[in-house]
């Protein structure tokens, strides 16, 4: 494969997770969409931590300086560098980072030119469509399979350059599947196989 055997033993341990069969026997197995979302979750926690403890006494200087004497970040870094009168320091853009963080109680409208040039916003998602309820937040009964009419729904497509398209329907604790096959992978399709 051209990678490291101890590289492909890691993607393994990573990506193999407890299966129930039908019988409802413990099984392993390889999936890779579950290592890949162990290794961006590990990935995501193995950022270095904040300066902002360590550099506590910069920050507050800081902090005095930009919102008492309207300092940007900028020249406020770079004098305290010449000066070396902190042992910790943080950098210009890092300053601006925390800004835009809230994690300061500096805001971009406290700064010279900062409104001038166009501001980061955080993505608020609040009002996106919600498709029902997170699989995470469904009952405990459908995960143990002791009770009937829980079912999973699915589209399966064909090869590439097909247009068949099956919908399948799986009844949790029976496991009985139902195949229909729909015109396309769409709502309206899928709306009238259910039908």
Same mark, same amino acid.
């Given at each position: 494969?051209?990678?490291?055997?101890?590289?492909?033993?890691?993607?393994?341990?990573?990506?193999?997770?407890?299966?129930?069969?039908?019988?409802?026997?413990?099984?392993?197995?390889? +999936?890779?969409?579950?290592?890949? $979302?162990?290794?961006?979750?590990?990935?995501?926690?193995?950022?270095?931590?904040?300066?902002?403890?360590?550099?506590?006494?910069?920050?507050?200087?800081?902090?005095?300086?930009?919102?008492?004497? $309207?300092?940007?970040? =900028?020249?406020?870094?770079?004098?305290?560098?010449?000066?070396?009168? +902190?042992?910790?320091?943080?950098?210009?853009?890092?300053?601006?980072?925390?800004? =835009?963080?809230?994690?300061? $109680?500096?805001?971009?409208? =406290?700064?010279?030119?900062?409104?001038?040039?166009?501001?980061?916003?955080?993505?608020?998602?609040?009002?996106?469509?919600?498709?029902?309820?997170?699989?995470?937040?469904?009952?405990?009964?459908?995960?143990?399979?002791?009770?009937?009419?829980?079912?999973?729904?699915?589209?399966?497509?064909?090869?590439?350059?097909?247009?068949?398209?099956?919908?399948?329907?799986?009844?949790?604790?029976?496991?009985?599947?139902?195949?229909?096959?729909?015109?396309?992978?769409?709502?309206?399709?899928?709306?009238?196989?259910?039908?």
């Amino acid at each position: 494969m051209g990678i490291s055997r101890s590289t492909l033993y890691y993607e393994l341990a990573r990506g193999t997770v407890e299966q129930l069969d039908s019988e409802l026997r413990i099984y392993h197995k390889y +999936f890779w969409d579950a290592g890949q $979302r162990v290794y961006e979750e590990n990935r995501k926690n193995s950022r270095p931590p904040l300066k902002l403890a360590k550099a506590q006494e910069f920050i507050r200087y800081a902090e005095q300086q930009m919102l008492g004497k $309207r300092m940007s970040p =900028d020249p406020l870094c770079g004098r305290a560098r010449l000066d070396g009168t +902190f042992d910790e320091l943080v950098c210009a853009k890092t300053l601006y980072n925390y800004i =835009d963080q809230s994690l300061l $109680r500096v805001r971009n409208i =406290d700064l010279p030119l900062r409104v001038k040039r166009k501001a980061k916003t955080g993505r608020v998602r609040k009002n996106r469509r919600l498709y029902g309820t997170s699989i995470e937040e469904r009952p405990a009964a459908v995960g143990s399979r002791e009770e009937f009419g829980h079912w999973e729904i699915d589209t399966v497509v064909g090869c590439s350059g097909s247009s068949e398209v099956f919908l399948t329907l799986d009844e949790r604790m029976t496991r009985k599947r139902h195949l229909e096959k729909i015109s396309a992978r769409i709502a309206q399709a899928v709306e009238e196989g259910l039908k």
